[in-house]
């Protein structure tokens, strides 16, 4: 059974902060996809990465894939209000599978 | 254009009673999706169809919960009948298939949030 494990599972920091997330299987993925989820909304994709190794940046966002395929990292630059949401990975393995979020709160 | 449609969003009901959720995914996305979230935490996947040919249930606890998607556009998920730990957020998503054999995007909708007392 494929699994993705993220941390840390909840992050409470003050705007202007910087801060990584991380997203780990011992299982290897053809793409990793990145979601935002804010209360009450569906998930809403941020990137994609397929090949390992790949960085992508996204604004102040920056997205890695690991060498291997099986681990990625989300880091936030100078973290602000609007950053705050559920942060999801998604493993393509045949099927896509749901990492169990990492809750951000960035407070003013 | 709109996006996934899904009502109701909010339906709260006593437990052993009947409850259905309804979709319309972004016109010509051939693969739907429905899954389960709980609070603060990721999507859990249910059922997946591709048309109107369920090719991923294996998920989907059949013998209280059923799906349809009958001509390969909307689709409704039942639960009968709904039981204390049914109540979650129940999202559907839908994507074109990109060809390759992947994924690709997934558009979801804002989900329904299912309350079982």
């Known amino acids: 059974t494929q699994l993705l494990e993220q941390s840390p599972q909840f992050l409470s920091i003050q705007e202007g902060e910087n801060l990584t997330v991380y997203c780990n299987s011992s299982?290897?993925?053809?793409?990793l996809q990145w979601y935002r989820q804010e209360p009450g909304e569906g998930p809403v994709l941020l990137v994609t990465?397929?090949?390992?190794?790949e960085v992508k940046k996204l604004k102040r966002l920056t997205f890695q894939f690991g060498d291997a395929r099986k681990d990625s990292s989300l880091h936030i630059t100078a973290a602000q209000p609007g950053d705050t949401g559920l942060y999801l990975c998604?493993?393509?393995?045949?099927?896509?599978?749901f990492g169990q979020g990492t809750e951000l709160s960035v407070k003013p | 254009e709109a996006g996934v449609v899904q009502s109701p969003r909010y339906k709260i009901i006593e437990k052993k009673q009947p409850v259905a959720f309804w979709c319309n995914p972004i016109?010509?996305?051939?693969?739907l999706y429905w899954y389960l979230q709980n609070l603060g935490q990721g999507p859990e996947l249910l059922i997946r169809?591709?048309?109107?040919?369920?090719?991923?249930d294996s998920q989907l606890p059949k013998d209280r919960f059923s799906a349809e998607r009958l001509k390969g556009v909307d689709s409704t998920l039942k639960i009968q009948p709904a039981e204390l730990g049914d109540s979650a957020v129940y999202l559907c998503?839908?994507?074109?298939?990109?060809?390759?054999?992947?994924?690709?995007?997934?558009?979801f909708g804002e989900g329904s949030r299912l309350t079982v007392l």
């Open positions: 990465v397929v090949t390992g190794g």
């Open positions: 299982s290897v993925f053809s793409s």
């Open positions: 169809y591709e048309n109107e040919e369920a090719v991923d």
């Open positions: 998604a493993g393509e393995g045949g099927k896509l599978i």
């Open positions: 998503a839908s994507s074109s298939s990109p060809g390759t054999g992947a994924t690709g995007e997934l558009f």
């Open positions: 016109s010509g996305h051939n693969t």
